[in-house]
C-alpha cells in the first residue's frame, strides 16, 4: 500500500525567510493530497487540497507543488511568520491505501523566530 | 467552525480502567474516522465506519473497540488500559472517497 515520507522533522526559519517542507509517496496512481496544520494544542486544519492535475497551486502565503513524476509534494511558506509556528502534516489518498484511505506523512514541526 | 465535537477533551485514569470517548458530526458525512496521534505527533488510523458499517481495521490492540449508533456519531471504547495508549485521540469525518477530512478537536488521554 501507499507509503508517505516527510522531511524536515523539525524547521527553524527567521522571520520572513521560506519554509520548505517536502512529502515523497510510492503509490503512481495517488489522486488526492492534501496538507493540513496542527498549531499546539489544536487539531488539523485544511490548509490545501490538490488533485493530482494540478501542479502548483497558490495559497495565501504558501505555494503548493506536485511533482508527479518524482512522487513528491512540497509546501512552501514564502516569508513566514511567527504565526506559521505550527505541525504540518502532508496526506495522500489512493485506492491501493484501501477505499481512498489518507495516508499521512509523519509531521514537520515549525518554528518561525522573530 | 467546529463541526467534528468530541468529548471529553481530557481524561486521566489508571492502568486497567475503561474508557470511553465520544464523537459527533454534524455534517451530513457518510464516513467517520478514529485516528492515533501519538507524543512525537504520528497519525496512525484505527477504525473508520461507513453507514455503520467497519470498512477499515488496522491492527489495533482487541481492547479498543469502535461503536456507532448511526451515521453522525462514532465512539471509541478502551476496555483495560494501558500504558501506551496514552495519545491523543482524534476523530475525523468525511463525505465520500478522496475527500477531505475534517477532524475534532481531539481527546487526551493519560493512562498513570
Known amino acids: 500500500g501507499e507509503q508517505v515520507e516527510q522531511r524536515p522533522p523539525h524547521l527553524s526559519v527567521r522571520e520572513g525567510d521560506s519554509a520548505f517542507i517536502t512529502c515523497t509517496y510510492t503509490?503512481?496512481?495517488?489522486?488526492?493530497f492534501f496538507w493540513y496544520k496542527q498549531e499546539p494544542g489544536a487539531s488539523l486544519q485544511l490548509l490545501m487540497k490538490?488533485?493530482?492535475?494540478?501542479e502548483i497551486n497558490e495559497g495565501q502565503g504558501f505555494t503548493v507543488l506536485l511533482n508527479k513524476k518524482d512522487k513528491r509534494l512540497s509546501l512552501n511558506l514564502t516569508a513566514a511568520h511567527p504565526g506559521d509556528s505550527a505541525a504540518y502534516f502532508c496526506?495522500?489518498?489512493?485506492?491501493?491505501?484501501?477505499?481512498?484511505?489518507?495516508?499521512f506523512g509523519s509531521g514537520t514541526q515549525l518554528t518561525v523566530m522573530p | 467552525e467546529t463541526a467534528v465535537f468530541q468529548t471529553p477533551n481530557y481524561h486521566v485514569t489508571q492502568v486497567g480502567n475503561e474508557v470511553s470517548f465520544n464523537c459527533k458530526q454534524t455534517l451530513g458525512h457518510d464516513t467517520m474516522y478514529w485516528y492515533k496521534q501519538d507524543s512525537k505527533k504520528l497519525l496512525k488510523i484505527m477504525f473508520s465506519?461507513?453507514?455503520?458499517?467497519?470498512?477499515v481495521n488496522e491492527t489495533v490492540p482487541r481492547r479498543f473497540s469502535p461503536q456507532s449508533s448511526d451515521k453522525a456519531h462514532l465512539n471509541l471504547r478502551i476496555k483495560s488500559v494501558e500504558p501506551e495508549d496514552s495519545a491523543v485521540y482524534l476523530c475525523?469525518?468525511?463525505?465520500?472517497?478522496?475527500?477531505?477530512?475534517?477532524f475534532g478537536e481531539g481527546s487526551r488521554l493519560i493512562v498513570v
Open positions: 475525523a469525518s468525511r463525505q465520500g472517497n478522496g475527500n477531505t477530512l475534517y
Open positions: 496526506a495522500v489518498s489512493a485506492a491501493s491505501s484501501g477505499s481512498w484511505q489518507l495516508i
Open positions: 490538490v488533485f493530482s492535475s494540478t
Open positions: 503509490d503512481p496512481n495517488s489522486y488526492y
Open positions: 465506519y461507513n453507514n455503520k458499517q467497519l470498512i
